[in-house]
């Protein structure tokens, strides 16, 4: 058997592509499409500044915007000065409008507060940081982050206001603010100026109960429950249950007053200890006198009403004992009264009726006083041993002078009732220990003597006997002279014949009437 030649193997181009190719090609389509697309997504790094990463993780931390991821914690490192941390977060391209001059990152994490409780949703996905992106312009890459969610979100409408206190009043960040008992805004910061040692809020109104805001509102502390003590006894205060339980802020336009524009943001108000507070302070015109009391002015205090036969008309402003000159003394050396400077507000005495110029308030007074008006000190609570200015008219007291000290017109005083009672009391003590008491009591011992001696004595004790004896003689008697007595028929009989000598002698009567003459000449004639 023969072997055939093998013929050499012929290599042929053909214009056909090979299937086999497709697949490789579009792996790599995809990987380009995709590191091109996240490339093309990626925004800027911005750095976060928190006190703690408490719950961030690199690379797992989200940042998040209405529950859209829009950033990832790329680094997470101790700042320069070591109190604090540096978070570097990868932000996408749809989060760089949200980079603004005042936009706010928080960590959102679980908590419980008096405000409710937040963040449940953490305890299974995890921490997370979220911003709330603010006004002005965007580039912005490094931002401070805040440790809690701040109070009102940018996009609220509404008006912010400064609030200036002398105490922190209980009243912390989240806290309500109330108009009439509703919530209409929170406060949003509380800061301790170190330098005007203050307590400076900023509180937020959301619309349209910015509108309420005016230049005469004023605001106060309406926290908790307040119990006061005063001369009209005693007084509860509770707000809103809100304000119960976590504290908040009430304001208001005082009663009576015209409420004056509008305000704009960030304007400045006093906040008041409480609602009394604010109603005191609308009294702008006053007019100060001094007094001088010659007794104990216990339990009389600043804020104290003056009043007049029970309408009030002014304030205690002081116990003035730095008023009185060095001279003073010296020119009066008896005097040891104690100074207490008021204040007349003449708004209340005025209200509703032509205002009163100060001039002619002082004139007023002048007149008053030579015409006998007075001040007093009367007890306004007897549980609390509070004391009032009680003002009156006593004509019988002896006009005086009008006198100043440092610049102050001195209201002429009187003692006050407890003062007079406690002298009365004296001088009845007094007149009481002047009386000769000891002759008295001797006098008084002779007397129960002799009338022991009389009780004593044995006629005294046949007395009884006696006097006995006489009434029953007495009703004998009174029995003789009734109807079945046996002086009974006798009496009748001499009775019968006195009306029958009666009858004779009207008939000689009426005779004598009509002939006076007849008794000599007969009737005849």
């Not at 007023?364 to 007897?382: F, P, V, Y």
């Not at 019988?396 to 017109?409: A, F, H, L, R």
């Amino acid at each position: 058997m023969s072997e055939e030649p093998l013929e050499a193997a012929r290599v042929v181009k053909t214009g056909r592509f090979s299937s086999v190719l497709i697949l490789p090609i579009v792996a790599i389509a995809i990987g380009i499409s995709m590191v091109w697309y996240h490339y093309a997504t990626l925004g800027p790094v911005v750095s976060i500044h928190f006190k703690t990463a408490e719950g961030v993780i690199e690379g797992k931390t989200q940042v998040r915007f209405r529950d859209v991821i829009i950033g990832v914690v790329e680094k997470v490192a101790l700042n320069d000065t070591l109190n604090g941390v540096v978070v570097q977060v990868q932000m996408e391209k749809a989060g760089e409008p949200l980079l603004k001059d005042s936009s706010r990152f928080w960590v959102v994490r679980p908590r419980v507060g008096v405000g409710g409780v937040s963040g449940l949703g953490t305890l299974l996905s995890g921490a997370y940081i979220t911003v709330d992106p603010g006004s002005g312009s965007e580039g912005t890459r490094s931002f401070q982050g805040y440790e809690q969610q701040p109070v009102t979100d940018s996009s609220t409408k509404g008006i912010r206001l400064k609030l200036k206190s002398q105490q922190a009043n209980s009243l912390k960040v989240g806290d309500p603010v109330l108009y009439h008992g509703f919530e209409v805004g929170r406060l949003e910061t509380v800061n301790l100026d170190v330098e005007r040692r203050e307590v400076d809020y900023q509180a937020f109104i959301s619309a349209p109960y910015d509108r309420l805001v005016t230049t005469r509102t004023q605001f106060w502390n309406a926290s908790g429950v307040s119990l006061k003590t005063g001369p009209d006894g005693f007084r509860v205060e509770v707000g809103s249950l809100m304000s119960l339980i976590s504290g908040g802020v009430a304001f208001d336009v005082p009663e009576g007053l015209d409420p004056g524009e509008p305000v704009k943001g960030h304007h400045q108000f006093r906040l008041y200890q409480d609602s009394d507070s604010t109603r005191e302070r609308q009294y702008k015109v006053v007019i100060k006198y001094l007094l001088m009391f010659d007794e104990s002015i216990r339990g009389l205090t600043a804020g104290a009403p003056v009043e007049y036969r029970g309408i009030r008309v002014g304030t205690v402003k002081e116990v003035a004992l730095g008023v009185l000159p060095e001279t003073y003394e010296e020119i009066k050396p008896e005097s040891r009264s104690i100074p207490v400077l008021i204040d007349f507000e003449l708004e209340r005495v005025t209200r509703g009726k032509e205002k009163t110029s100060p001039e002619t308030f002082a004139k007023m007074m002048d007149q008053s006083i030579h015409e006998g008006l007075r001040a007093s000190l009367k007890t306004g609570n007897l549980i609390t041993g509070s004391m009032l200015v009680d003002m009156d008219f006593y004509p019988d007291t002896p006009d005086v002078s009008i006198e100043t000290i440092e610049g102050y017109k001195v209201l002429p005083t009187i003692k006050s009732d407890i003062v007079r009672y406690k002298e009365d009391a004296s001088a009845i003590l007094a007149k009481l220990k002047a009386l000769p008491l000891a002759e008295t009591l001797v006098s008084i011992r002779a007397l129960a003597n002799d009338t022991r001696g009389l009780v004593n004595d044995p006629s005294m004790r046949q007395l009884p006997g006696r006097l006995d004896q006489s009434v029953q003689s007495l009703q004998q008697l009174l029995e003789d002279y009734s109807s079945q007595g046996a002086l009974y028929p006798g009496l009748s009989d001499s009775v019968r014949s006195v009306q029958d000598l009666l009858w004779q002698m009207q008939s000689l009567i009426r005779t004598l009437n009509e002939k006076p003459n007849a008794l000599i000449f007969g009737q005849d004639r």
